[in-house]
């Protein structure tokens, strides 16, 4: 969705209009600049935090934290869901309790995760990997789970070793679903760990947003939820980019998934056509 | 006689039907010898329970009551000494034709060549025809080189040509010694393939006529001996709608 956005003109209908108001209403002098600067004020402060260096470095301290946090729970909710989907009886040990704790916002444990694992990166960590892991595993789970019994009885009667049944039958069958569990874990971890720099941290675009409203920098408040905003647009652009190139070319060709593909094939299916003719 | 390669012994086969409440019967007390050699083809009417049969001797379902020997032994489960050949192709779509039939064995790929699909090994399953899919299925159960054959109408909806040069292929196989079994809706296959003929009933599905054909290969639908044999099991078959 957001892909086909990107392209069309009209995506860029609605924030041209609020930034003309904004713009107007700034030029007009009807902006009181301590509640809501002037575009241009927003404009300067974005100018000054990048000249210093200092919005980069705040968007490099929250993105790779995200990457440790979110790499340790792709290494256990992956597992976790194959195992779940798998052998289904697990799920009575892991079921419930999953699915109690999923419950749990992520942002109600930094208290307790700032007690347990200090105000240092270790309680970010345990966030974004809290935020995520449960969508990675429960999708996961589900993806597997839903295989066609047909393909399971085949590794049934193949006598497929563990190892190929999960790299010829499960892995592939199950892709779309734990890709869709890491775009939506990583969206998770995005928003769970601003939450955990705005309560406590010395860095990161959540510190940004809080250490600017101490100082009452308006402008700097908003320069940070742009680059949120943005950032976590990129990222999931990224993904869809990224799910799109790695669909195997088998599903590039029978049917789209869930409108995320568009018309054009890769050159990838162009040459699989002319090797099979 | 021999000892049997594969043997149902007073075999039964219930399911729970679709609300759980009552039950279906699908095989009742089947008793059942083939040797190794033979080339076993299964008559029945759709819904008898042809396809559990089959996959009891598989390994692939457990009787309800009752044993499956294979070569003397209680069948557990499945083993690439008996290929199953399902009767929709079931190949995986994200593999290629050469990753499908490798699965199980390294010979997959001289497999796709008796197959005559050598040349569409690097093709993914959805690119092919029906009949190549099955032809694939076929190449994929014959990879691991087993010694039976469980074939659940794996010619039917095919065309003509396509179907014959098949017949030609599974006659070839069972040539080479192995046993096959072989579950088709059509009397004209059984007479050109087959040594033997079990005709069951409706469901739930007992043998009612078990059937030796002792004609030479090959077998020429024509002729006067194929076309008695050919009205005798019309006959026989009367009454039970196939
Ligand atoms: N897993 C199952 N659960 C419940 N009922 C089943 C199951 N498998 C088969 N049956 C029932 O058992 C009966 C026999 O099924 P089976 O598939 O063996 O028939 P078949 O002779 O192969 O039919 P066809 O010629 O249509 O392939 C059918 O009534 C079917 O509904
Ligand atoms: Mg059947």
New interface residues.
Partial sequence: MLEKAKYSWQAWVIPCIVILIWFVLGATGRLNAGVFPTIGEVWDAFLYLTGKGLLTEHIIDSLSRVLVGFGMAIVVGVPLGILMGWIPASQIWFGPILHFLRQVPPTAWIPLFLLWFGIGEGSKFAVIFYASVFPIAINTALGVQQIPNEYWEVSRALCLPAGKTLTKLILPGSFQAIFTGLRLGMGMSWRALVAAEMLASSSGLGYLIMSSRSLARVDEMLVGIAAIGFIGMFIDILFVGVQKRMLPIWQLRSEPVRGEVHGETSPAVGKRLQEVQ | MARPVLQLENVSKKFNDGDGRGTIVALQNMDLAIQEGEFVTIIGPSGCGKTTMLRIM?G?TAPSSGRCLYKGKEVS????ERG?V?Q?P?L????TVL?NVR??GNKGERFLAKMHLSE?K??????LSGGMAKRVALA?ALA?EPDVLLLDEPLTNLDLSTRSSLQKELHNIWQQGVTCILVTHDIDEALTLGTRLILLSQRPAVIQHDIVFDLPFPRNLKSEECQHWRQKIVDLTMGVAY
Avoid: I, V
């Fill in positions: 598989a692939l489960g499945p083993s690439l199953y399902f929709d079931r995986f779509p994200w593999l990753d699965l199980a569409f690097n093709a993914f399953p959805h690119e994929r691991p």
